[in-house]
């Protein structure tokens, strides 16, 4: 009888052990799926922000628009060349937002001392048929580069609007310090 319990016992602990084992298996790939399906959830949005980004480029005829999320550079042709822009660390703050503006020089050549103007503030409709609500705006002061390519870093403080309210940010007029280093228009 002892033998037969023996046998019982270990056969339900083995039936037990490999039920665990399997719930774990579960358990992990219930985790790998949640995981995979917050990824393409954020590639999904960052790749929407991304299409609209470069729509309301492709209509600007000022400047150059960057819609947080979307974490890819937009292209500037200015009066220093064409210029790389990008947002990042968009954060909240008390009043609103804050972020950096990257701005890249495409040329061999560093980047005089320059100043700009950067709007930002909620977009309303479609890509096609949008309208730019409470729209706020400040210059910016750039010093010159030293090296080159220049990469300059400006310190946005971005008022009235949280991060998940603020819908773009556009930089336009991009203009040397000194009128005399301004590049012929292409």
């Known amino acids: 009888m002892t033998k ?7 056969v339900t602990s ?5 039920a665990c084992a399997q719930q774990n298996k579960v358990r992990q790939m219930k985790s790998e799926v ?7 959830t954020q590639l999904s949005n960052q790749t929407l922000k991304l299409t609209q ?8 005829t000022t400047g150059v628009y960057l819609l947080p999320g979307s974490k890819t550079p937009a292209r500037l042709n200015s009066q220093l060349g064409n210029l790389q822009m990008s947002l990042s660390g968009v954060t909240a703050e008390t009043n609103g937002s804050r972020g950096m503006l990257i701005i890249k020089g495409e040329s061999n050549e560093p980047l005089p001392a320059f100043t700009g103007k950067v709007e930002w503030g909620q977009i309303q409709g479609t890509t096609d048929n949008y309208q730019e609500v409470n729209v706020q705006s400040q210059q910016f ?3 010159a580069s030293v090296l080159a390519p220049s990469d300059v870093s400006i310190p946005l403080q ?13 930089i336009h007029d991009i203009q040397p310090v000194d009128p005399s280093q301004a590049l012929p228009p292409q």
């Open 4 to 10: 037969s319990y023996l046998r019982i016992f270990l």
């Open 14 to 18: 083995l039936v037990s052990l490999s």
């Open 34 to 40: 949640g995981a995979l399906n917050q990824d393409l």
């Open 53 to 60: 980004q470069n729509a309301l480029n492709a209509k600007s």
């Open 141 to 143: 002061n750039a010093p």
């Open 158 to 170: 971005l008022s009235a609007l949280s991060p998940d309210q603020l819908g773009f940010v556009r």
